[in-house]
């Protein structure tokens, strides 16, 4: 063990440069109140190396990264970084000694700018000690110039899309100059080509030796970006390999411990009547005209690059901003949704894309997080809750989705990023919704629940709801859909059935 100075002077003098691993952890243990996160857990980078890490939701991935990353101290093992025995005190003690950790869940400021939040806390300044806007600025448009990034250093953070939040982390990461780079499911908000753009600077960074720590649930990033993987399950380390010597089957049995056939369980049901229709709807500046039927038992897939307006509609839709013109029907019957509440006594259901921001309540328990839709008034009876049938409720709700928690009264916040998506599936199935709405319904969820949260939408569909699934994935929106309606820059571009959908014909009209 060395003090955080030695620390520094190790890395000054870049010690035992010819140590093998960048990062070597040995017998690493974890416990939570009610779950071992990692168990005698193993794990080495290389320099110069992407190595991907796999496994499935609540696998003890992110947990294992913190430790890393200075964030949580481990109960039992050993890290070593460049061959010497490192605890590290603190984030901020791991970043000045070069691991760098960009998070799950996005972390910026969003009332501070762009440049404000990658200098945070190491502000340049002026000659009189105050903060240099003018040369923070400068320094932030040479990084975003270095990794090719088209962004304002002087933008606020609240203006951006989630992904060019996720660029300005990105590059936050990166201007410390790390030895080591963790990226915690970097990609999810990203549309194809600014996952092209990020491989791109990760293949540099790669080259100037720096070892890269990539987590995903993505085979197919997996296969193009990772030199090597490591596959954790229920908080055991499993194994490594290199990527050149596997198959998608492998790691996915590696991962679950058993084959998983169907991703796409799409089952072909009865289509009824129209439930939803909407006319020509418009949200002024955002999106325009936009028209379609969804009747029940069908799944209308909404396809677009991230920008394209598909998430303002569902929220218009949802009455989170009202449209500025056009109408709804449901059922045969005009509708005005002016807010959520009012959309939730028409039995609509919206899962939102972004967890942190408008879904989960992170100070809350799960039960909470679960139940709050239904309390807007199904199991309210003359104003007083029948608190016991919402829990029995919730707690059948999380069995069937297998949240991973240990009981229904951990803080949401302390479940890994699947297992907060799930819980948030359930509070909207728990409102027996006629019309759903899904945006990025499986994003951050592992092969498995996957396959799980896909069986349970074609049972809703089968059931006669109407769903809306937006999502970024192609594989999913050509497996799981009836329909799919494509937008691009806030309109409708054109619309294709199951039969003649494929990913050329989706992209064409989404690129235009
Ligand atoms: N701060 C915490 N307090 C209590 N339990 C926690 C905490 N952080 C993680 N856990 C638990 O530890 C286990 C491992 O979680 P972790 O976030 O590492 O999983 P993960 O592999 O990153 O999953 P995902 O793919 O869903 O992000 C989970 O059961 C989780 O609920
Ligand atoms: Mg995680």
Redesign the pocket.
């Known amino acids: 063990m060395v003090s955080p100075t030695t620390m520094a002077a190790v890395r000054a003098s870049g010690a035992v440069p010819n140590a093998e691993y960048l990062l070597a952890v040995e017998g690493v243990r974890?416990e939570?109140?009610?779950?071992?996160?990692?168990d005698d857990v193993s794990f080495r980078l290389k320099r110069g190396t992407v190595h991907a890490?796999m496994?499935?939701?609540?696998?003890?991935?992110?947990?294992?990264?913190?430790i890393l990353a200075g964030i949580?101290t481990p109960d039992k093992g050993q890290v070593k970084f460049k061959g010497v025995d490192i605890q590290l005190k603190s984030p901020l003690d791991a970043l000045e000694n070069g691991i760098a950790m960009i998070h799950?869940e996005l972390n910026l400021m969003s009332f501070m700018t762009v440049a404000e939040n990658i200098w945070i806390r190491r502000e340049p300044l002026t000659r009189f000690g105050f903060v240099d806007h003018g040369e923070m600025n400068r320094k932030t448009a040479a990084l975003f110039k270095r990794l090719n990034i088209a962004l304002d250093p002087q933008a606020e953070v609240r203006d951006l899309s989630i992904a060019n939040r996720q660029m300005v982390e990105i590059a936050k990461a990166v201007s410390y100059e790390s030895d080591v780079l963790i990226m915690?499911?970097p990609t999810s908000a990203l549309t194809e080509r600014e996952v092209a753009h990020l491989f791109t600077i990760i293949r540099d960074l790669r080259s100037q030796g720096i070892g890269i720590v990539y987590?995903t649930?993505k085979m197919n990033e997996l296969f193009e970006i990772a030199d090597e993987f490591s596959v954790?399950r229920d908080?055991k380390y499993i194994g490594t390999h290199a990527s050149a010597d596997v198959t998608r089957d492998d790691i996915i049995k590696m991962m679950v411990g058993r084959e998983i056939t169907q991703m796409f369980p799409k089952e072909v049901v009865p289509i009824g009547d129209v439930v939803l229709s909407v006319k020509d709807l418009c949200l002024k500046d955002v999106f325009h005209d936009v028209s379609f039927d969804v009747r029940a038992g069908e799944i209308l897939g909404v396809a677009g690059l991230v920008g394209s307006g598909r998430s303002n509609v569902a929220e218009t839709l949802f009455g989170v901003t009202p449209a500025s013109s056009g109408t709804i029907e449901i059922s045969g019957k005009a509708v005005k949704v002016g807010s959520p509440t009012e959309a939730i006594r028409n039995r609509m259901a919206f899962l939102t894309e972004d967890r942190k921001d408008t879904g989960c309540l992170l100070i809350l328990d799960v039960l909470e997080n679960m139940q709050i839709a239904v309390l807007q008034d199904k199991f309210v009876k003359m104003g007083f809750v029948d608190q016991k049938a919402v829990s029995a409720k919730c707690e059948e709700m999380a069995r069937k989705l297998r949240v991973?928690?240990?009981n229904l009264h951990?803080?949401i916040?302390?479940?890994?990023?699947?297992?907060?998506?799930k819980a948030l599936i359930g509070r909207w199935l728990l409102t027996n919704p006629r019309i759903l709405i899904l945006d990025e319904p499986t994003r951050?969820?592992?092969v498995g629940a996957k396959a799980e949260i896909h069986r349970l939408v074609t049972e809703l569909a089968r059931d006669g709801v109407a769903v809306i699934m937006i999502s970024s994935e192609m594989p999913e929106v050509l497996g799981m859909s009836d329909r799919i309606m494509v937008m691009h820059e806030g309109r409708v571009t054109g619309f294709l059935n199951r039969a003649e959908a494929t990913q050329v014909k989706v992209m064409e009209l989404a690129a235009q």
């Open positions: 974890k939570f109140p009610g779950v071992v996160a990692l890490l496994g499935e939701n609540g696998a003890g991935k992110s947990t294992l990264m913190k949580y799950q915690d499911e987590i649930h954790f908080g991973k928690t240990p951990e803080r916040e302390n479940l890994s990023g699947g297992n907060q998506q951050g969820i592992d």
